[in-house]
């Protein structure tokens, strides 16, 4: 039988597209979709985690406060919770105009609005609890978000384009990250004035309320896109049978098509990202630490992180394409870990703009080829048929682990300093290796015994 499946099928035979034809797939209508889809997925990420530690830092929160508040991200790894539900309810009203995937889109973006709204007209240094609260609203929307959008994007293009829709909702995601990280501080500084260090609430309080405005790019790029042929969907005939369709069977597949290898990719993706979530966390309270204002950080971040985030995700995806996502995705484990010894050795070096320039750059030019790489690896991992759980699970499990371990790393600074912290991130980046290269070698062998049954005479016709 021909399996709903998006796993990669052996390259045997395979003539590769030339570079222009590789580049030229960046121009197509569903990329540039994909690129404002990106924006606003990844605007929401930074404004509840990393930029919020600058802004609670400043405002003169704990190190240790700062990293327990956020296990608020776990809510993007316990999204495979209610992706289901994303998977199979349909909105009121919402649904039946805009189909299954846009309607969860737009609601979501509101929920997201909402929060930034909230924390926005919230100052910590006052009262913490109500910032928290918006926080967690903000992630839940941002990650209800991603499942529907993961699954749009999966739906709307063949295996051959994910690599490219994925390099550009990474270029889209990272272009957020930096407006969300560096445009933030930007305005921040703006509003604040001269006096740039120090903590004001009117100036945050601005600075937020323009993030939540442009979560209206996604709005727009929903409502004149068009909804991808769903997957068909056998109908339920009672409750017991719908559960089983949208709980259990997605789980159910996933195993039974890659049995014992199941638990080898999971465990993979379960650390890929753990040394930049981390380092993550503890990266602004180390820039406010170190005596960095708001307005260079946004600077150095604004311009040399767009750059070399954006040349990663470029590069990651067109090598991809070209030599496949598993040679990139090794690349991509390796730059990401030797990236946080720079700031190791940063943190020696003092406030030194020059040398937070050097030190941004490495790491972004890092993170944007292994997120273009590892995204497209995912979603090579789904079946079409259950796309938004699977991957949602997927992706959640690619949280729940370095976000967990996050949380006690302002206890970590506070104990033994900000340099043993960054080697300590570095070294979570082993493992990672051993499970690539193994991964890589059961993906060959898998492809080898694809070829090599579909080879034998007869064998063709048996699995239509």
């Known amino acids: 039988m021909i399996m709903e499946t998006m796993h990669e099928a052996p390259l045997t035979d395979t003539v590769k597209p030339s570079w222009a034809e590789s580049l030229r797939v960046y121009l197509q209508p569903a990329s540039l979709r994909m690129l404002m889809l990106g924006f606003a997925a990844?605007?929401?990420?930074?404004?509840?985690?990393?930029?919020?530690?600058?802004?609670?830092?400043?405002?003169?929160?704990?190190?240790?406060?700062?990293?327990?508040?956020?296990?608020?991200?776990?809510?993007?790894?316990?999204?495979?919770?209610?992706?289901?539900?994303?998977?199979?309810?349909?909105?009121?009203?919402?649904?039946?105009?805009?189909?299954?995937?846009?309607?969860w889109l737009l609601l979501a973006q509101s929920v997201v609005m909402a929060g930034l709204a909230g924390m926005a007209l919230c100052d910590p240094s006052q009262t913490l609890g109500p910032v928290v609260w918006c926080a967690?609203?903000?992630?839940?929307?941002?990650?209800?978000?991603d499942i529907a959008l993961?699954?749009?994007?999966?739906?709307?293009?063949?295996?051959?384009?994910?690599?490219?829709?994925?390099?550009?909702?990474?270029?889209?995601?990272?272009?957020?990250?930096?407006?969300?990280?560096?445009?933030?501080?930007?305005?921040?500084?703006?509003?604040?004035?001269?006096?740039?260090?120090?903590?004001?609430?009117?100036?945050?309080?601005?600075?937020?309320?323009?993030?939540?405005?442009?979560?209206?790019v996604g709005v727009i790029t929903v409502l004149q896109s068009s909804e991808p042929v769903p997957a068909a969907i056998p109908a339920a005939r009672n409750v017991r049978e719908w559960l089983q369709g949208a709980l259990l069977e997605p789980f159910a597949d996933f195993v039974r098509r890659y049995r014992w290898q199941a638990?080898?990719?999971?465990?993979?993706?379960?650390?890929?990202?753990?040394?930049?979530?981390?380092?993550?966390?503890?990266?602004?309270?180390?820039?406010?630490?170190?005596?960095?204002?708001?307005?260079?950080?946004?600077?150095?971040?604004?311009v040399y992180g767009v750059l070399m985030t954006l040349l990663g995700a470029f590069?990651?995806?067109?090598?991809?394409?070209?030599?496949?996502?598993?040679?990139?995705?090794?690349?991509?484990?390796?730059?990401?870990?030797?990236?946080?010894?720079?700031?190791?050795?940063?943190?020696?070096?003092?406030?030194?703009?020059?040398?937070?320039?050097?030190?941004?750059?490495?790491?972004?030019?890092?993170?944007?080829?292994?997120?273009?790489?590892?995204?497209?690896?995912?979603?090579?991992?789904?079946?079409?048929?259950?796309?938004?759980?699977?991957?949602?699970?997927?992706?959640?499990?690619?949280?729940?682990?370095?976000?967990?371990?996050a949380g006690f790393s302002g206890d970590f600074v506070n104990a033994h300093g900000y340099a043993t912290f960054f080697n300590a991130t570095a070294l979570l980046g082993l493992p990672v290796l051993v499970l690539v290269a193994l991964a890589w070698r059961a993906d060959k062998q898998e492809n080898l015994r694809n070829f090599t049954d579909t080879s034998r005479p007869g064998d063709a016709a048996n699995q239509i």
């Open 42 to 103: 990844g605007l929401p990420l930074l404004l509840v985690l990393g930029t919020l530690s600058f802004r609670l830092r400043e405002a003169g929160i704990d190190r240790s406060t700062i990293g327990y508040l956020s296990w608020v991200g776990l809510a993007y790894a316990f999204k495979w919770t209610w992706a289901p539900l994303v998977d199979r309810l349909p909105i009121p009203f919402l649904t039946r105009r805009l189909g299954r995937r846009r309607s």
């Open 136 to 145: 967690l609203l903000v992630a839940v929307g941002s990650a209800t978000q």
């Open 150 to 216: 993961d699954a749009f994007r999966i739906e709307s293009a063949q295996l051959d384009q994910q690599a490219a829709l994925a390099a550009s909702y990474q270029t889209g995601y990272r272009l957020a990250m930096i407006w969300a990280g560096a445009g933030v501080l930007w305005v921040a500084a703006w509003v604040q004035g001269d006096a740039s260090t120090g903590y004001q609430h009117a100036a945050w309080q601005a600075a937020y309320l323009v993030m939540a405005a442009s979560m209206v």
């Open 263 to 302: 638990v080898l990719i999971l465990s993979l993706i379960s650390v890929y990202r753990i040394s930049d979530v981390v380092m993550g966390i503890m990266a602004n309270p180390f820039y406010v630490d170190m005596g960095y204002t708001k307005a260079e950080v946004a600077t150095v971040t604004k």
């Open 315 to 405: 590069v990651g995806g067109v090598m991809a394409l070209r030599w496949g996502v598993m040679w990139i995705l090794m690349l991509g484990a390796i730059l990401s870990a030797l990236s946080n010894l720079l700031f190791a050795w940063l943190s020696g070096v003092g406030h030194d703009v020059q040398a937070l320039i050097a030190v941004v750059s490495a790491d972004n030019l890092a993170s944007g080829m292994a997120s273009a790489a590892f995204i497209a690896y995912l979603s090579s991992l789904t079946n079409i048929r259950y796309s938004a759980t699977q991957y949602a699970l997927l992706s959640s499990m690619m949280l729940l682990l370095p976000k967990f371990i």
